[in-house]
Nanobody
Framework: QVQLVESGGGLVQPGGSLRLSCAASGIIIRIGDMAWYRQAPGKQRELVATITRGGNTNYADSVKGRFTISRDNAKNTVYLPMDSLKPEDTAVYYC?????????????????WGQGTQVTVSS
């Protein structure tokens, strides 16, 4: 079973920066696509950024140019440095990963979520 643990959230002033990290642990066969989502109070969870194992990335329009997703496949870790933070970025940020199930030859992937880390942007 694979677990994801996020870290790096906190309180920051508008215009500031934070760096989120998410590490996968447990019995890992292979980690595929990884992503960051966020959920603000009273709103639905939304996709922030995704990254494939090969490093291809996609971003929500609202964070393009400010957030940068990256990963270290050897450490099974994904990062999200966030710059020029705005109050509307306030949310719980969740890490998501696709974890191969069974064996390296398997074509089945589990959808794994972290517990979330709070990011608050406020003066």
């Amino acid at each position: 079973q694979v677990q994801l643990v996020e870290s790096g959230g906190g309180l920051v002033q508008p215009g500031g920066s934070l760096r989120l990290s998410c590490a996968a642990s447990g019995i890992i066969i292979r980690i595929g696509d990884m992503a960051w989502y966020r959920q603000a109070p009273g709103k639905q969870r939304e996709l922030v950024a995704t990254i494939t194992r090969g490093g291809n990335t996609n971003y929500a329009d609202s964070v393009k140019g400010r957030f940068t997703i990256s990963r270290d496949n050897a450490k099974n870790t994904v990062y999200l440095p966030m710059d020029s933070l705005k109050p509307e970025d306030t949310a719980v940020y969740y890490c998501n990963a696709q974890s191969k199930r069974g064996s390296i030859w398997s074509s089945t992937w589990d959808d794994v979520w972290g517990q979330g880390t709070q990011v608050t942007v406020s003066s």
